[in-house]
């Protein structure tokens, strides 16, 4: 097959005259807007962190091409929406996936192909995978300390959420999973909230087999996760919310080992039934009148024989369901906490942690978290830690451009497509490199906005 750079195609009749297409403007690339992201990963030490991180078991006599640039490849390469090495082979001498290698973007050597991509993917074992992963929570933790450092951060709330990831071929530890009806690995991510911020931040994410229970591994990444937020935000109250695969009496009891504030979901049993049956008998008389959605809130005492006897507060919900051409569907739920808020607003507490499934979607759908297509486990869980490191780049992008506005939080997909994939024609001299961008780009001042909070001043 030809290179799509020599060939020609023409429509004939759009116009009153021919119209020809053909990929052969040298120095143009449509990533123009990512530099941006070099000069976010500058500021947070991101990808230098994540590399310094690795071992480099290559002889130095050979190495063409360093971690850190193989580090920046994939991270910058994520972030512009291509999430295979494959891609590499169309990409490495693109201008500006150069220049965001600090690569003269013209004349510079060409990066990393897939073959040296795959082999990087490959290299890191255990240990290196679990450095990396405790410099990307660093690197988050830190960021905020210094972001926040103008105000005392009153409280951090945690939230675990574990999601489905697809598997396709040979992957090793992927396993059939009934629940999902699907060959598939079980990632564990972890995000933080300060205050009533509304960015859930990723601070970890851990790669499962298919058959991992929901809390399998949560509490060794809180052991990891909580002495460093308690020392860089020594006066904050911890907060922690979790669904209902988390509530095993062992996490229980370490969150109030812990001194967390929890809001638990918990399954339901016959006693908790027989509890909310005369909630849930109000709310369907109050349905029938009304022909609409009806809830209350109450609250019991509740001892489980697995938690020692030990009674703990349960906030209950009751609810009639009515959704047009439906039947009435009673819905009953119930969380078990620790804190003393009113059943309604805490139950609320509880619900705002479902924010956290539009961060998964955006990892998922944005980002292709769920390419986890390499045949060994490892090489999986670096493509998950690197894909996080393109989300956390994202996060700050959307937190600064949203912290002095009311404006909406765009989506991972919508700041790529309008901050990132804007064409370029790159210029470069001895004095200076000049990117041009098309004068009538509709997001140009959020562009410039960002530019300059990443160190770039106007001249």
Same mark, same amino acid.
């Given at each position: 097959m030809a290179n799509a750079g020599t060939q020609c195609v023409v429509f004939p009749e759009l116009l009153d005259r021919p119209i =020809? +297409?053909? #990929?052969?403007?040298?120095?143009?690339? &449509?990533d123009g807007g990512a530099v941006l992201l070099a000069g976010l990963d500058r500021g947070l030490g991101l990808t230098?962190? !994540?590399?310094? +991180? !690795?071992?480099?078991?290559? =002889?130095?006599?050979?190495? &063409?091409h360093g971690l850190?640039? /193989? &580090?920046? =490849?994939?991270? #910058? *390469?994520?972030?512009? *929406?291509? +999430?295979?090495?494959?891609?590499?082979? +169309? !990409?490495?001498?693109?201008p500006i996936q150069k220049l965001l290698l600090e690569r003269d973007p013209l004349d510079g050597a060409g990066l990393a192909d897939q073959s040296t991509l795959s082999r990087f993917e490959n290299a890191p074992g255990p240990r290196d995978l679990?450095?990396?992963?405790?410099?990307l929570t660093g690197v988050v933790i830190d960021q905020n300390r210094k972001r926040l450092r103008s105000r005392r951060v009153k409280q951090i709330t945690i939230d675990l959420d574990p999601t489905e990831d697809p598997t396709h071929g040979h992957q090793q530890l992927a396993l059939f999973n009934g629940h999902y009806d699907a060959w598939c690995y079980l990632p564990l991510l972890a995000f933080v909230t300060f205050d009533e911020e509304p960015e859930q931040q990723l601070v970890a994410a851990i790669?499962?087999?298919? /058959?991992?229970a929901a809390s399998e591994g949560a509490i060794p990444l809180l052991r990891r996760l909580l002495p460093r937020l308690r020392q860089a935000f020594p006066r904050a109250r911890l907060r922690i919310r979790l669904d209902g695969g988390f509530a095993s009496p062992e996490m229980l009891d370490y969150l109030e080992r812990e001194r967390l504030e929890y809001i638990v979901a918990i399954g339901r049993n016959p006693v908790l039934s027989r509890t909310i049956d005369p909630l849930m008998g109000r709310v369907r008389c109050a349905s029938e009148q009304s022909g609409l959605t009806e809830t209350e809130f109450g609250e019991t005492r509740y001892a489980a024989k697995s938690w020692g006897k030990k009674q703990r507060r349960v906030v209950m919900k009751a609810e009639v369901v009515r959704l047009e051409d439906r039947s009435p569907r009673d819905n009953a739920r119930f969380v078990v906490t620790n804190l003393r808020h009113s059943p309604a607003n805490l139950y609320q507490l509880y619900r705002d942690r479902g924010d956290s499934e539009n961060r998964i979607k955006e990892l998922k759908n944005d980002l292709e978290m769920d390419r986890t297509s390499c045949m060994r486990f490892l090489a999986n869980q670096l493509r998950v830690l690197l894909t996080a490191a393109a989300f956390v780049l994202f996060q700050q992008m959307r937190i600064r451009l949203t912290r002095r506005t009311q404006e909406e939080r765009p989506t991972v997909g919508t700041m790529r497509l309008r901050l990132l994939k804007i064409a370029a024609r790159v210029e470069s001299s001895a004095r200076r490199m000049v990117l041009h961008f098309a004068a009538s780009h509709a997001w140009a001042t959020q562009w410039m906005q960002l530019a300059r909070s990443c160190g770039a001043a106007l001249v």
């Open positions: =020809q +297409a053909l #990929f052969d403007e040298p120095g143009t690339s &449509v230098e962190r !994540l590399a310094g +991180a !690795l071992r480099d078991g290559r =002889q130095p006599g050979k190495v &063409v850190v640039d /193989l &580090v920046r =490849q994939r991270v #910058f *390469g994520l972030a512009c *929406g291509y +999430a295979d090495c494959n891609d590499a082979s +169309a !990409l490495r001498h693109d679990y450095r990396m992963a405790s410099a790669l499962r087999d298919g /058959l991992a």
